[in-house]
């Protein structure tokens, strides 16, 4: 018989997932749901987010086709690196501007370009594809779950259709199970008369963290998870949402492996944070699973 969760170490850790994966076969199968944060949870996020580099890489092909459009003061910040810039426009501003480099678009056509970003880019620091810089220890995770019936979904506070896009390939997670930030369509018509979808600029409710991760979640899929994990305070009522229910666990990811990742606190865009997620996940007694001591490898056999 295969070892389960063979990159976890023998320690209170792996302990709990399993007990948890023992007590989860009990459950009735409409009720074993797990949903999974995914940037810094499932793939690596730092020194920047996987879809910021992409925005950033269709940002120097526009400049390249035209020049002027480094002329706006979004772009020219982004692509000056100027930080104080960047802070003075304001994230929303910022993000309204990159997803303006797709309006227009139909859903298909932006997936394409997603996965033809997503075929080539390479981390910045790591020097690997970033298709390959998914968590080994948490796609185990997710395999015990599956071979348990679960229903395993993933949230993120980044755009849906960006995820969705490549969510069954690096994931086996249908773009139906995947709950993000919502960008607006419009609903019109081709050169023939039939309707189609264009993407526009705007967002179609609110960033997709915090307690809007538990309400997107619920009206989305319509049931609790049984299991959430997460690495920020964006996860935190997630996290507590599952951990609230009976028998749910709430799996808190800590990056401090500066020697095979980045070590940093890690901490959501948009929401305030009074205290470290690490400190909250102490106070409430989740699991927490630190990448230094939990895991025998991070992205794999190349680590």
């Known amino acids: 018989m295969t070892e389960i969760l063979p990159s976890w170490r023998p320690g209170a850790t ?53 020049p002027a459009v480094a002329e706006r003061a979004e772009f020219a910040a982004l692509l000056g690196g100027d930080p104080t810039a960047i802070e003075a426009l304001g994230l929303p501003r910022i993000a309204g501007a990159l997803a303006g480099l ?69 994931y086996a997670v249908p773009p139906e199970l995947v709950v993000g930030s919502q960008i ?18 705007a967002l179609d409710g609110v960033v997709n963290e915090g307690a809007a991760k538990v309400s997107h979640i619920q009206s989305e899929l319509g049931r609790r998870p049984l299991l959430a994990a997460g690495n920020s305070g964006g996860d935190r009522e997630m996290l507590e949402w599952a951990a609230a229910g009976p028998g749910g666990l709430a799996l808190l990811v800590d990056h401090d492996d500066a020697d095979r990742e980045f070590a940093y606190r890690s901490m959501g865009v948009t929401v305030d944070e009074a205290e470290a997620i690490t400190v909250v996940a102490e106070r409430q007694g989740w699991t927490v699973s630190s990448m230094a001591r939990d895991w025998t490898v991070v992205f794999g056999a190349h680590d």
């Open 14 to 66: 792996r302990d709990a997932l399993l007990t948890f994966l023992e007590k989860a076969a009990t459950v009735p199968v409409v009720d074993r749901v797990a949903y999974f944060d995914n940037d810094g949870t499932l793939w690596c996020e730092r020194p920047t987010y996987v879809q910021f580099d992409f925005f950033v890489d269709a940002l120097r092909q526009r400049v390249g086709q035209d």
């Open 102 to 170: 797709f309006e227009g678009q139909t859903p298909q056509e932006f997936a394409g370009a997603v996965r033809e970003f997503m075929a080539r880019a390479e981390h910045r620091t790591l020097g690997r594809p970033l298709r390959t810089l998914l968590y080994r220890p948490m796609l185990e995770l997710i395999e015990e779950l599956r071979r348990l019936d679960f229903t395993v979904g993933i949230v993120t506070g980044g755009g849906a259709e960006f995820l969705r896009a490549v969510s069954q390939d690096l």
């Open 184 to 201: 607006g369509y419009r609903l019109t018509t081709d050169a023939s008369g039939a309707p189609e979808l264009r993407r526009t600029a």
